[in-house]
């Protein structure tokens, strides 16, 4: 069975149960109305006075309406009044139809029941209390009155209350059943994410612990690579294909500082620095092609991607970067060396698909790299950095072979603030 109600319909905050509770008083008022009217056609009136219940109600329901529109959420003790209210409602209403012999006289132990399940345990005693003392009033007055022929009602007519009763009690109570299961369930799915999200993150710590110690103690070999790379290169008589590998050799040095300096960065957003969204994607794409000059891509949407100002992540980057590696090698190992990359920035999300020409997905796409020459690391690290900001990433099997990588990530979580803005 599906989900009844969405998660933010209802919930055990007090602000949400009382909206619950002014759906059911203008269900009360409704039922209260149409009953007054169906005595009257059957030609036994009722007080006058008795019609000024219904339009309490509403005037009450009224005041509940502007009261949720403060900022302010309203507290436990606000709810118990409610409750209260509901309970001495209910107790005018039965006092002039029926008192105790009244067959719906068991809705007191709808306050009751909605006090047990979203208030302290003081408060519920306090509720009960109210209506157990409501209860005990009405039959009080009905056996001092006992020997009023008037008090007694025809027991036919009151069998059939006490089946409007049942319906009314079953409709309630399967429906507040059914919503409060609904919710529980979401808050079971939601702990069961936050574990996973737990486990994964504990592994992206476990990673990112040594990353630092890596980085820390890479730096000075890199350095002496660089010094050492430069007094080679000083020699007059190099040949010149000894000239080229000491130039690879001295971009590779830099390229793995920068991205030192940028796992650096990516500890402090506001170290990392501001950039418009278009040369971001652009200078990703440049960096990305100087790592795998051999494959052909080809992009679709960048154009279109504009000048607003967002924080150059080095995590994101860095998981973008490890996405198209896994889509060159899908492609490389089926020898053809071609990748789609389609950009799209709406005014909240930015999309970005990733096709490759490889041989599909397998059982082990959603636990990590199957790179043969990589750490198995790259996969889990992306979604774990695209999870942090908020955004998603999905797999899915093209018709014509291959597979589509799609990214969407939330803009906002790659907002700067007013004055950094200012700065670009």
């Given amino acids: 069975m599906g989900r009844i109600l969405p998660a933010h319909v209802f919930s055990l905050e007090p602000a949400a149960v009382m909206r619950v509770l002014a ?6 008022v409704a039922l209260v109305a149409a009953a007054l009217l169906l005595l009257g056609a059957l030609g036994q009136g009722q007080p006058g006075v008795l019609w000024g219940l219904p339009l309490l109600l509403l005037v009450f329901n009224l005041g509940v309406a502007w009261r949720l529109t403060w900022a302010r959420p309203p507290a436990a003790l606000e709810l118990v009044g409610h409750l209260a209210v509901d309970t001495l409602a209910l107790f005018a209403l039965f006092w002039a139809l ?10 007191f132990l ?4 909605l006090a047990a399940t979203v208030l302290s345990i003081r408060d519920a005693i306090a509720v009960t209390l109210l209506a157990v003392m409501a209860y005990t009033a009405l039959l009080l007055r009905y056996l001092w009155q006992i020997h009023d022929p008037e008090v007694f009602v025809g027991f036919e007519r009151h069998v059939v209350g006490m089946w409007g009763n049942f319906l009314l009690a079953a409709a309630l109570l399967c429906g507040f059943l059914l919503v409060l299961a609904a919710v529980l369930r979401a808050r079971e799915r939601e702990l069961a994410n936050q574990r996973e999200r737990l486990m994964r993150d504990d592994a992206v710590v476990s990673v990112a612990t040594v990353a630092a110690g890596a980085a820390h103690a890479l730096n000075t070999p890199l350095s002496t690579i660089a010094v050492a790379a430069e007094s080679v290169a000083e020699h007059p008589q190099l040949p010149a294909d000894i000239r080229e590998d000491i130039a690879t050799i001295r971009s590779q040095t830099d390229l793995c500082a920068t991205e030192l300096r940028r796992l650096v960065a990516a500890r402090d957003p506001r170290a990392q620095a501001v950039t418009p969204l278009c040369d971001y ?5 440049a960096d990305w092609h100087t790592r795998c000059p051999e494959i052909d891509l080809t992009e679709v949407g960048r154009a279109t991607l504009d000048r607003r ?10 998981a973008l970067t490890n996405l198209l590696d896994n889509a060159a090698d899908a492609a490389i190992a089926v020898g053809d060396q071609r990748l789609w990359l389609t950009w799209s920035a709406g005014p909240r999300m930015l999309d970005l698909a990733i096709d490759d020409p490889g041989g599909g997905l397998d059982q082990t796409a959603s636990e990590g790299s199957t ?11 992306a979604r774990a950095s695209l999870s942090r900001l908020g955004g998603d ?12 990588t799609r990214i969407r990530l939330p803009l906002a979580a790659l907002a700067v603030e007013t004055t950094e803005q200012e700065a670009v």
């Fill in 23 to 28: 759906g059911l008083r203008y269900l009360a």
């Fill in 309 to 318: 100002a967002i924080r150059n992540d080095p995590a994101l980057t860095q």
């Fill in 98 to 107: 029926g008192g105790a012999t009244n067959p719906f006289v068991s809705l």
């Fill in 110 to 113: 709808v306050p009751v029941a």
């Fill in 371 to 381: 790179k043969s020459r990589g750490l198995g690391l790259g996969l889990t690290l």
């Fill in 393 to 404: 990433l999905a797999f899915t099997s093209l018709a014509e072979g291959g597979t589509q």
């Fill in 281 to 285: 994607g652009a200078r990703l794409i």
